[in-house]
């Protein structure tokens, strides 16, 4: 059964730093990997998402990268801005799945703070 | 274009009553999924829709129901309510072929007590 991975739960940064989030996976043979963001009482909103095929994907001040033989994916995020706190979450489609995203599996997510 | 809406966004019930969560959307999606976020946990998939009529389980869909009447309406119906199911729930969208990025609504935030 897939397994997908976030550490830190937490993580607190001073404005203007780049940033790395972590997202690893047990089983490698994926269909493709999503980031989203996750704010407050608030749904998730879709920020990237990754084919099998594709090393990375970016998207203004976000780069995604993937890496399937380790079973890892990090969500860069440039110039971080207090308006990037939130909760990001990686979520992941296996390459054995009907039509739709009913088998993607989700990560607890990194809670992210942006320190002015 | 509103995406998907829930409602309502807070609920309160009592062990054993009964409820509706709506969504609904508007971006003529065929694909439609209700999730459950507990804290610490990742999104459970309770039940998803591949279109009008056909609904399937995901991997938490004991105490849930769904129906799919209409490309845009997908409700979850708890029946006899426990207090297991107090968490938030989503509903999601995705178009296209159906591995497209999900678009997901506010959530309801409900308490079984």
């Known amino acids: 059964k897939q397994e997908v991975t976030q550490i830190p739960a937490a993580l607190s940064v001073p404005e203007g730093e780049n940033l790395v989030l972590n997202c690893s996976f047990t089983?490698?043979?994926?269909?493709?990997l999503q980031w989203f963001r996750q704010d407050p009482g608030k749904g998730l909103t879709s920020l990237l998402l990754i084919q099998s095929s594709q090393r990375e994907q970016t998207s203004g001040r976000l780069n995604a990268s993937l890496d399937k033989s380790s079973g890892r994916s990090t969500l860069y995020i440039a110039a971080s801005q207090p308006g990037d706190s939130a909760t990001y979450l990686c979520?992941?489609?296996?390459?054995?799945?009907?039509?739709?995203?009913?088998?993607?599996?989700f990560g607890t997510g990194t809670r992210l703070t942006i320190i002015p | 274009n509103a995406g998907v809406t829930q409602t309502p966004k807070f609920r309160i019930l009592k062990i054993g009553q009964s409820m509706t969560l709506q969504c609904t959307q508007d971006?003529?999606?065929?694909?439609m999924y209700w999730y459950r976020q507990d804290p610490g946990m990742g999104l459970k998939l309770i039940y998803y829709s591949v279109g009008a009529g056909i609904t399937d389980k995901g991997e938490v869909p004991n105490g849930y129901n769904v129906s799919r009447s209409t490309t845009e309406d997908f409700p979850l119906r708890l029946e006899l309510a426990a207090p297991s199911q107090t968490s938030v729930y989503f509903c999601?969208?995705?178009?296209?072929?159906?591995?497209?990025?999900?678009?997901f609504g506010n959530g309801t935030r409900l308490t079984v007590t």
């Open positions: 089983d490698s043979a994926i269909y493709n």
């Open positions: 999601a969208s995705s178009g296209g072929t159906g591995r497209a990025p999900l678009h």
């Open positions: 979520a992941v489609l296996p390459r054995v799945s009907n039509f739709g995203n009913e088998k993607l599996t």
């Open positions: 971006m003529n999606h065929n694909y």
